[in-house]
């Protein structure tokens, strides 16, 4: 039997060939995302003044510049988000639904952020939430 599928495996590669430079670049991902540690971790009181909110995540960057930009005005970026964050209440952030119009806003935030710094890419793809707690 591996008589049989030896030359027959050979046979398949010899017809279709190596691939060339154009197949090759047109398998590898169209994205080249880069993800951000948006460390330490988000901790706040809610507006409500009885819940408080403790976000663990990440942000996705389209390009190297927009990575280092993102990085030198993390202090501001944060401090946006926090304010951001603090004028939620719990039910701000319950549903699946909420969550993606706080995450839609944050990526609004940190873009907005990164054209008022004047940094040299703003290219924020969107923001990923690793770990969300509300008590």
């Known amino acids: 039997m591996l008589r049989i599928l030896i030359p027959l ?4 590669l010899a017809l279709t060939g190596p691939l060339s430079h154009a197949e090759e670049e047109a398998q590898e991902p169209a994205s080249k ?4 540690s948006m460390h330490p971790h988000f901790l706040t009181n809610l507006a409500d003044g009885k819940h408080f909110v403790q ?4 942000a996705m960057v389209a390009n190297e510049e927009t990575q280092s930009a993102l990085k030198l005005h993390m202090p501001a970026v944060r401090h946006e988000l926090l304010m951001l964050l ?6 701000d952030l319950k549903g699946v639904a909420q969550k993606q119009q706080f995450l839609d806003n944050a990526v609004a935030v940190m873009r907005e952020v990164l054209i008022q710094r004047q940094a040299p890419a703003a290219d924020v793809e969107g923001m990923f939430i690793t770990s969300m707690v509300i008590q």
């Open 55 to 58: 976000i663990k995540a990440q």
């Open 86 to 91: 603090g004028d939620m209440q719990a039910a």
């Open 9 to 12: 495996l050979g046979a398949v």
């Open 33 to 36: 995302s880069i993800y951000v």
